[in-house]
C-alpha cells in the first residue's frame, strides 16, 4: 500500500508551520500511523546530526521525535545555512557540496529537485503518512519559476496542500485571500484547506473571519488553533524568536546573540530551569554586569562574528566579566573564538584571512579539513560528570591545554582555564547531569527538570491541542496517496 501525503504551506515565514507539523506528527503517530516528516528545503542555522552523520534543520529532527523515529537526512533533503558574504552553505542529503549567493542559488534550485523527489520517495517507502512543511510563503509568486519548496514541489509530488495563516501578527483573511489572489490558478488548486493558526479570545468573535476566507477563497475551513502555551518548551528554530527579557531573581546567564549565531537550542533547557535567568544579548547591548556566566554560543561563520563581537565592545566586557568573578563559556564557534587566532586559509567561510582571537584559552584554530558531524558521550575530565551531545563544525583546533571533558574512546575534548572553558560540544546543558554541574559551578542551582522528557510530555500535550481544534480526520481524507517513487 503507497503511503498518503499532504502538505502544511504557511502565508508567510513563522507563522507555526513546523509546530503545527510536530503536532500532527505526533497525533497521527498516537493513533498507529508510520509519519515521517518532510521538508524540502529549509534555510536554518539550528540543525541536528542524523545517526548516519548528516545535518537536517532542528525543527524536522523534532518532528522526527514527534513521530517516534530517528532523524533521517531525507526529511530534510535541502539545507541552506547562512554565512557572510558568500551567501548560504548549500548542505544536500545530510552533506555540503558548496555556497552560494541568493542569485546564485536560484539557478542551481531545479537541479535539486532530483534529490528531493528521491527523499521523498524513500521516506513514503517506509510511511502510512508523510507530512510536508513548505518553507517562507507560498505567495511568492517572484521566486515561483524555480521553486523546490511550496508550489513547485507540491506540483511535482501530487501532494495536496493546506495554508495556514497567522491571526496573532494581525490581517489574517487578507494574507489567505492574498494568497489565493496572487497565486497562479493551478498552483491554488492544490490547497484543498486552511487553518488559521495562533488565535487569542473568544473563537466565536472570528466564525465570521472564517467563513469569509472559506467564501473568498474556495477552500475548505479546517481548524481555529487557539495559542499554544506551551510553545517555549519546545526548541525554536528561529533566531529572530529569541526573547531578550529577562525572567526574574535567579542566577543570570547571558548568551552572545551575535549575527551569525548558529545551534541556539543548546540553551533551551537553562531556559526551563526556574531559578535561571538566560539572556540573549543582542549586538549593541551591553554584558550584565551581574551576570554569572557568559556564553559565546555556535557561530556559522566564526570570524565574521568574532569581528560583530569586538565591534560591539563586547570583548572589552567579557574582560571586565571576569575581573568580576563571572565564568565564561564557549561552544563550538564560541569556543574557537576564546583562543589566540582563527585562520582560515582556504576561504571557507569567506576570503582567506587569519584573526587574533580574545586570548582567554591557550589554543589555536584552522579553519580546514571535512565536516565534522558526529553524535557524541563522555564525561568531564576532572569531576568525571557524564554527558551526551554531538558535534558539527568544520576547524582543527590544538593547544596545550588542560582538557574541558574527556570523549568515551578516551581523547580530549576541550579547555579549561580558570573560569574559562570551551568545548565542541552541542546539546551539553540538555544533559540533565551536565545542566546540573554546570549550574552548581557558578554557584546557582539546578531544578528537578528532566529535559528530555519534558519535551516529550510538550510533545504529547501539543498533540492534544492539535487534535482539539484541527480537523485531523479531514486532513487524512484530504491526503493524497502518493507513489514512492514521489
Partial sequence: MSARALMIQGTGSDVGKSMIVAGL???FTRRGLRVRPFKPQNMSNNAAVTADGGEIGRAQALQARAAGVAPSVHMNPVLLKPQSEIGSQVVVQGRVVGTAKARDYQAM???????VLESF???AAEADLVLVEGAGSASEVNLRASDIANMGFARAANVPVIL???IDRGGVIASLVGTKAVIDPDDAAMIVGFIVNRFRGDPSLFDDGMKTIARHTGWRSLGLVPYFEDAHRLPAEDALGLSTERRGSGVKIAVLAYPRIANFDDFDPLRLETSVDVMFIRPGEPIPGDAALVILPGSKATIADLAALRATGWDIDLRAHLRRGGHVLGICGGYQMLGHSVADPHGIEGPPSKVEGLGLLDIETVLEGDKVLVEIAGE???ERVPFKGYEM???RTTGDVVPLLRLGDGHDEGAVSGRVAGCYIHGLLADDRQRKHWLQRIGGEASSLAYEADVDATLDKLAA???LHIDCD???TLARQVSPAG
Fill in 164 to 166: 495556514l495563516g497567522d
Fill in 393 to 395: 563544525h568544520i576547524g
Fill in 380 to 382: 568531564t575530565a576532572a
Fill in 474 to 476: 479531514a486532513l487524512l
Fill in 109 to 115: 534550485k531545479p537541479g535539486l529537485m532530483g534529490a
Fill in 25 to 27: 506528527a505526533r497525533a
Fill in 121 to 123: 520517495g524513500k521516506l
Fill in 465 to 467: 491541542h492539535i487534535e
